[in-house]
């Protein structure tokens, strides 16, 4: 049975960003994230311009999203043990060279083989800036009613990023050079990811683990282990999937048109919608629980996922772009929500990398299989892709939702805070 505690006044997005300190690391925060979505539109972008084939474009894109989903996880329970400085600054260096030399061997038409290799640590290189950010929040505002305010914000700027980093890749590719994304993803990866890793002051606590360890309190597990984070990450899997459709398929559309700027705004328009449901999500005081909105929220983005690939109008399929964006903030806020009650301090940036790296690797998967189906059947049957991922991964969180009960922990210290909290246990 739902129980609900309402709050007198909902904290907002101003009480949250007078937070001491918050500036500092959002600001270089936000330009070190905005590479993140640029890379896989750069890669196919690049990648089908000098192979012609948007199959081959997908495939070395996925493998780019396959080794960041492995990699992340372990990049985050770094931060989680030796500090997110210490993890950030040879990352940001590697990803650099990486992508300049999966550029320079598109360029020169080297074998698929050898982008294949270097795209392997182009995404395991991907700096985890995301996670960290939400990892400070959370160090901040543990137990606190902002917290659910912090993670709609985090949607928003995660989205915005889609809008702005989507759009200027595209741009640059068609109006520039095919290359231009790309290089200017390394260039915006190395200069934000060095300023963001300079912010010491904000840094979460780190070496939790070890210090855990040596004082005999229980042995630190993988946030893997605990079955919610499971649960969520199939969930975000299937965020991921979208996204990855959406990418590929958008671009064989309009290609298929004889439009391909217009790429750029329906993928705009898209991540617009979920910016636009991020900012609403954050001004709502919520009475119902996060377990029940996430499903709700869910089976509303696989419903618009699924009409996708009925769609053959700009105009339409715009429309309902923009449908789709609104219904994936929901899914992703509230999942990001339902992780901070779920796992402990020590664990926060990996637990938020295996989401981010989730949304990865779905993508992965999906901008393969859409790719060739576009190759092969048009762009529309590359829609199917999110429709799939979508059903898939509803289905898991209807027969595994009650994985996604707070730890008692969480509750305890959501009552105890000081602060008339809103604690809906569903």
């Known amino acids: 049975m739902a129980s609900t505690v309402i709050t007198d006044?909902?904290?907002?997005?101003?009480?949250?960003?007078?937070?001491?300190?918050?500036?500092s690391f959002l600001l270089p925060g936000f330009a070190a994230r905005q590479p993140f979505a640029m890379l896989t539109i750069g890669i196919v972008l690049l990648v089908q311009h000098t192979t012609g084939s948007f199959g081959s474009a997908g495939a070395v894109a996925a493998v780019t999203g396959v080794s960041m989903a492995?990699?992340?996880?372990?990049?985050?329970?770094?931060a989680d043990r030796f500090g997110q400085r210490a993890v950030l600054i040879p990352g940001v260096l590697v990803h650099t060279a990486a992508v300049s030399l999966l550029v320079a061997l598109a360029l020169a038409g080297a074998p698929l083989w050898a982008l294949f290799l270097a795209a392997v640590p182009a995404g395991a290189s991907v700096p985890q800036v995301g996670p960290m950010v939400r990892a400070r929040w959370a160090a901040k505002l543990d137990g606190t009613p902002l917290m659910p305010t912090a993670a709609a914000f985090e949607s928003v700027t995660d989205e915005f990023t889609f809008v702005v980093g989507p759009v200027l890749a595209t741009a640059l590719c068609t109006g520039v050079h095919p290359a231009a994304g790309l290089i200017a993803e390394a260039a915006l990866t190395l200069v934000g990811g060095l300023f963001f890793a300079a912010q010491r002051a904000t840094q979460p606590a780190y070496g939790l683990t070890a210090a855990a360890g040596h004082h005999g309190a229980e042995p630190h597990r993988s946030a893997l282990s605990?079955?919610?984070?499971?649960?969520?990450?199939?969930?975000?899997?299937?965020?991921?999937?979208?996204?990855?459709?959406?990418?590929?398929?958008?671009?064989?559309?309009?290609?298929?048109?004889?439009?391909?700027?217009?790429?750029?705004l329906?993928?705009?328009?898209?991540?617009?919608?979920?910016?636009?449901?991020?900012?609403?999500?954050?001004?709502?005081?919520?009475?119902?629980?996060?377990?029940?909105?996430?499903?709700?929220?869910?089976?509303?983005?696989?419903?618009?996922?699924?009409?996708l690939w009925t769609t053959h109008s700009v105009l339409l399929l715009a429309a309902l772009g923009l449908v789709v964006g609104?219904?994936?903030?929901?899914?992703?806020?509230?999942?990001?929500?339902?992780?901070?009650?779920?796992?402990?301090?020590?664990?926060?940036?990996?637990?938020?990398?295996?989401?981010?790296?989730?949304?990865?690797l779905g993508q992965a998967a999906a901008v393969t299989v859409a790719g060739r189906l576009a190759d092969a059947h048009g762009a529309s049957t590359g829609f199917l892709v999110p429709m799939a991922g979508t059903a898939l991964a509803l289905a898991t969180l209807l027969a595994l939702r009650s994985r996604l009960k707070p730890r008692e922990a969480s509750r305890v210290a959501a009552r105890g805070i000081g602060h008339r909290v809103p604690v809906t246990v569903d």
């Not at 006044?9 to 500036?23: D, E, H, I, S």
């Not at 559309?253 to 391909?260: C, H, W």
């Not at 929901?330 to 992780?339: E, N, S």
């Open 9 to 23: 006044k909902r904290p907002g997005y101003g009480q949250l960003l007078r937070t001491p300190g918050a500036l």
């Open 70 to 78: 492995l990699f992340a996880p372990q990049s985050g329970k770094l």
């Open 226 to 264: 605990v079955p919610g984070v499971r649960v969520l990450v199939v969930a975000f899997l299937g965020i991921g999937s979208v996204f990855g459709g959406m990418q590929v398929s958008l671009t064989a559309f309009t290609e298929e048109i004889g439009n391909p700027g217009a790429n750029g």
């Open 266 to 307: 329906l993928y705009g328009i898209f991540a617009a919608g979920n910016m636009l449901a991020g900012i609403a999500m954050g001004a709502v005081a919520w009475k119902t629980g996060p377990r029940r909105r996430l499903i709700l929220g869910y089976a509303g983005l696989t419903v618009a996922a699924s009409l």
């Open 326 to 360: 609104l219904c994936i903030a929901p899914a992703l806020i509230t999942g990001y929500t339902i992780v901070e009650t779920l796992i402990p301090a020590s664990s926060r940036t990996e637990a938020f990398t295996w989401l981010t790296g989730a949304v990865a």
